[in-house]
């Protein structure tokens, strides 16, 4: 069982480019969860998802960030026009029920230059 | 409310000893707290987690005591060892209502064992 698998684990971009980052999570886990974690911070939540619905997004930025988990393939976070504010770890996390037994990918550190 | 405070933010503990995390909730509705250890440039992990009917939990060296009255837990790393040097995260959520899906993060302590 590989575990929740994030790529690319790091991604440059120049301001106003694309960002995206995928996840793939374990298998027999259905529902995704993402988080950003800003230096020196703990985790806040961003979006959860089950396959090719989004069930919470209340973490979300409003603008250019948006997150999908289609019915085939990995779950993809993705940030438009990306800023240096954007710059953080993005966590994708996997679990076989609702909030239980969260299983965390190692992350993917986004800089924006 | 939705905060999870957490102290202290860094901690030097020497090899044998207790290591002691506190963490603070507002949010009467949350009843799953865990905790997680993240080593540098790893995800969080999912070290031990308690649920409000027990005041503690033990697993190996790794106690959660848990105070309901005060709205607050505790993390005791026992017999502390360098290879428990990480970031410790406590949480909370509230897995009888619609918020299930979300933890809510403290800010992290930093434990560093020394010999």
């Known amino acids: 069982n590989a575990g929740v698998m994030q790529n690319p684990r790091h991604l440059v971009r120049r301001r106003g480019q694309e960002a995206r980052l995928r996840c793939s999570p374990m298998k027999g886990h259905s529902h995704v969860y993402w988080y950003r974690q800003l230096p020196e911070e703990g985790l806040k939540f961003m979006v959860y998802?089950?396959?090719?619905?989004?069930?919470?997004e209340s973490g979300m930025p409003k603008e250019r960030f948006s997150a999908e988990f289609p019915k085939e393939g990995p779950s993809i976070l993705r940030i438009q026009q990306v800023v240096r504010g954007d710059s953080a770890a993005y966590f994708c996390?996997?679990?076989?029920?609702?909030?239980?037994?969260?299983?965390f990918g190692s992350g993917t550190r986004l800089t924006v230059v | 409310q939705q905060q999870v405070k957490q102290s202290p933010q860094s901690l030097i503990v020497q090899k044998g000893g207790i290591s002691i995390i506190n963490c603070a909730y507002e949010?009467?509705?949350?009843?799953?707290f865990p905790w997680y250890q993240q080593f540098p440039g790893k995800g969080p992990a999912l070290l031990i987690a308690i649920r409000p009917d027990v005041s503690e939990k033990k697993e190996g060296r790794f106690t959660i005591s848990f105070n309901k009255s005060a709205k607050q837990f505790s993390l005791h790393i026992m017999d502390s060892q360098p290879g428990d040097s990480a970031t410790y995260f406590c949480a909370a959520t509230a897995l009888n209502t619609g918020t299930a899906s979300k933890l809510t993060f403290g800010t992290g302590t930093r434990l560093q064992v020394t010999l």
């Open positions: 998802l089950q396959k090719e619905n989004i069930i919470d």
């Open positions: 949010n009467t509705a949350f009843d799953y």
């Open positions: 996390a996997s679990s076989p029920g609702q909030g239980l037994g969260y299983t």
